[in-house]
């Protein structure tokens, strides 16, 4: 099987300037999807052939993933580079990109989100096996238990005026235990079956789409504040397995 794994930071980022290499520890936040991406190639490459892949349109990631092996020459296009371009497309251009590159054909993609980075090499292992051994499968992505429930605690607007529940069911729901088990997408990874992008879907939902719960923390940085509280549990050893 031919595997690709791709590692997409932008260099424009607003809402966290320059996040994709800000330093955690000492190492440049991409430096732990490279770290992951080089464990799982490492740990498949008996039995699959695995390229890494990066997908930037910033000349300083470029250099900053230079220097910790990840070598490419290809840049992300401009129109893939704005805050609307959506991550589908991304992946799917670097990947024609590869595909013409080595004249072959790729089975399966690995997306390592740079900016969600607390997995561990046993969690792609035992995401990458539950996806491969599900033949009819397009894709497959990581979540976490989710702290709210839209069928219990979560509302939005009715009218403007009033609240409602997000989802509503035909019986009463009085407890949170007692409502549908519902889990957050936590963006740290997605495997993605060449079909996929065959199909054209245009958002990761599909008839066909798996999850996997990862059980340990993960989040995704969205501010600021994200990247100094990771900052702290990498440095201060508070987290409960090492990245």
Do not use: W
Not at 39 to 47: D, T
Not at 174 to 182: D, G
Not at 197 to 218: A, L, Q, R, S
């Amino acid at each position: 099987m031919n595997i690709l794994i791709t590692l997409c930071a932008r260099g424009g980022s607003k809402g966290v300037p320059d996040k994709n290499i800000a330093l955690i520890n000492g190492l440049p936040l991409i430096g732990y999807s490279i770290k992951a991406a080089t464990q799982f190639k490492e740990l498949v490459e008996n039995e699959h052939k695995v390229y890494i892949e990066l997908s930037t349109d910033s000349k300083k990631i470029r250099h900053i993933c230079n220097s910790l092996g990840v070598i490419t020459t290809y840049t992300r296009p401009l129109h893939l580079a704005s805050d609307s371009a959506g991550k589908i497309s991304v992946i799917k251009d670097i990947l024609n990109f590869k595909e013409n590159l080595l004249n072959t054909n790729f089975d399966l993609v690995l997306d390592l989100d740079v900016t969600s980075p607390l997995r561990t090499l046993d969690d792609l292992q035992s995401a990458f096996h539950h996806f491969i051994n599900n033949r009819e499968a397009y894709n497959s992505f990581s979540v976490s238990n989710a702290n709210k429930n839209p069928y219990f605690n979560m509302v939005e607007s009715k009218d403007g005026v009033y609240a409602q529940k997000s989802k509503n069911l035909d019986t009463n729901l009085y407890t949170r235990q007692s409502a549908p088990v519902v889990y957050d997408i936590n963006a740290s990874f997605y495997f993605y079956r060449r079909i996929f992008f065959n199909k054209e879907f245009k958002t990761v939902f599909t008839p066909k789409t798996m999850f996997h719960v990862i059980k340990h923390i993960c989040f995704d940085i969205d501010e600021p504040l994200d990247l100094e509280i990771l900052n702290y549990l990498v440095t201060n050893n508070k987290l409960e397995f090492n990245l």
